[in-house]
């Protein structure tokens, strides 16, 4: 009884301070300095205070796919680049951070089909939805309800994760929103949607011009990221001054807990479960060097995608399955230009802001867009341009696009998973006390998701690190108490 009665203050104890100073703080490893990596750190250090050592390895630069580039003289965002307005942790951390938001401009785009442009916006919006509304009828009406109770359902999330509550799977995660949330990943994006109503010629054309400008795909990816990637052309959408990789960059080198080393890790050994060792030995390469190096940890987080299509490839050892992802990531280039546009190569009298394919095997292009300078700056021509391509870009075609080309440089991205209604893997937690955050990837990828997901991995290692320290004591009293009777006995 008195055992029992030592536990139940020690768990009160636990929950009112943090790990009590008299337990050994755990050593983690977060490999990945991106928008999950920075999300599972901030969360991390929150729930075990003081109490934490945390290295993140990061192969090249903190931020990941939130990067910005330099043109001329001017720097703008390279990757992740739009915020939704629901989207509350990059509001918090903004907010904590104390950075400041860039709101997006209204620019002037049409929808593109190769021979015709079939959208023209205006720069009156209630003409713009007018004009949509007489090509799409109340079907635009239908799309936008089913997006907005989405929404709606998505933002549940944030509560259950303030009130402590993780989730293995993405699975369970989706279906704490909404019970249907996870049969959307095994249909595709056109299917549900005709299913909803929608019509054919909506779905080929504007849900089509979502999917390929924010994902690169066509309308046969699964209908939770196509729903995602149609809800990212509408709504208040922003972006950080100065660009988006300063959220990652400043909860990273603000946080004291966090040690960054810059390296590429090669290995992660399981070790024997000793309670006086370190579970995984992590086998990683400095920049600069050849010379491989070790370190163990209690917790080990991979904030990177694992597939076997990745530049840096992590081996497995000594595990009970294989750890690899299935599938493979999207490879989008993002070609920034600075020139004139030719409006003549698109049929076009006039230049646009933007020009947004819904048919890219006929355009090549994804999307052409005019950017503007992270600093909020607001530059004269020539403007720099950014193009997004499944291909790299040929410099005939660069040339038929623009005159007075002044530079030119291009990115490919591994930028987000290739979408399909085939989803094979679905676990945060691959062992005990090894978590992956990118699986999240796989439902949707956003900088908002990321961020969900690097919490939810923090909350599960926050709550697996109690349990085992808890078991850990109780082992402890037990074999003291079995100890004492023993010693009783022969006293006796």
């Not at 300078?373 to 075609?397: A, C, H, N, Y």
């Not at 945060?428 to 969900?452: C, P, Q």
């Amino acid at each position: 009884m008195w055992l029992h009665i030592a536990l139940l203050i020690l768990g009160v104890t636990i929950l009112q301070q943090g790990i009590s100073l008299e337990v050994r703080a755990p050593r983690v490893a977060i490999v990945g300095g991106g928008i999950g990596g920075a999300s599972a750190s901030h969360f991390l250090t929150e729930l075990l205070k003081k109490s934490v050592e945390i290295d993140l390895y990061e192969a090249k630069t903190i931020g990941g796919r939130l990067a910005t580039i330099k043109i001329d003289k001017d720097e703008v965002e390279a990757g992740g680049s739009i915020i939704h307005s629901k989207n509350m942790y990059m509001q918090r951390f903004v907010k904590l951070l104390g950075l400041e938001k860039s709101p997006s401009s209204d620019e002037t785009f049409g929808i593109w089909n190769g021979d015709e442009f079939i959208f023209i916006a205006s720069d009156w919006s209630i003409v713009s939805l007018m004009k949509l509304f007489y090509r799409y009828g109340f079907q635009l009406f239908t799309l936008k309800s089913l997006i907005s109770n989405m929404i709606e359902d998505f933002v549940k999330i944030y509560d259950l994760q303030d009130a402590g509550q993780s989730f293995a799977n993405v699975t369970a995660l989706l279906s704490a929103m909404n019970k249907d949330f996870p049969k959307l990943l095994k249909t595709s994006t056109k299917e549900y949607l005709l299913r909803k109503g929608c019509t054919e010629k909506m779905i080929n054309e504007l849900v089509q011009v979502a999917t390929v400008v924010n994902y690169g795909q066509e309308v046969d990816i699964q209908s939770f990221v196509g729903s995602i990637a149609v809800a990212g052309i509408d709504g208040d959408l922003w972006s950080i001054k100065g660009g988006n990789k300063g959220v990652p960059e400043h909860l990273i080198y603000r946080n004291k807990k966090v040690n960054v080393v810059p390296s590429c890790v090669t290995k992660i050994r399981n070790l024997a479960n000793d309670h006086d060792v370190s579970q995984y030995e992590v086998t990683y390469i400095n920049k600069g060097s050849t010379d491989p190096m070790t370190s163990n940890y209690d917790i080990v987080i991979i904030a990177a995608s694992l597939t076997s299509d990745q530049e840096f490839q992590i081996e497995f050892i000594e595990f009970p399955g294989n750890l690899v992802i299935p599938g493979k990531y999207q490879t989008t280039y993002a070609t920034f230009i600075k020139a004139n546009l030719k409006p003549k190569y698109f049929g076009l009298q006039e230049s646009l802001d933007g020009i947004l394919s819904c048919n890219p095997n006929k355009t090549i292009i994804s999307s052409v867009g005019k950017v503007n300078p992270v600093d909020g700056s607001i530059r004269k021509d020539p403007q720099i341009w950014k193009v997004f391509s499944r291909k790299p870009l040929e410099t005939s075609l660069v040339h038929d696009m623009f005159s007075e080309v002044i530079e030119k440089k291009e990115i490919a991205w591994k930028a987000y998973p290739h979408y399909s209604t085939k989803m094979n893997f679905d676990n945060f937690k691959l062992h005990d006390a090894l978590y992956h955050v990118n699986v999240f990837e796989w439902a949707g990828s956003t900088m908002e998701m990321s961020a969900i997901a690097g919490r939810n991995v923090a909350i599960l290692a926050y709550n697996d690190f109690l349990q085992k320290f808890h078991n850990s004591i109780l082992d402890k009293e037990t074999s003291e108490h079995t100890s004492k009777k023993l010693h009783c006995s022969e006293d006796l």
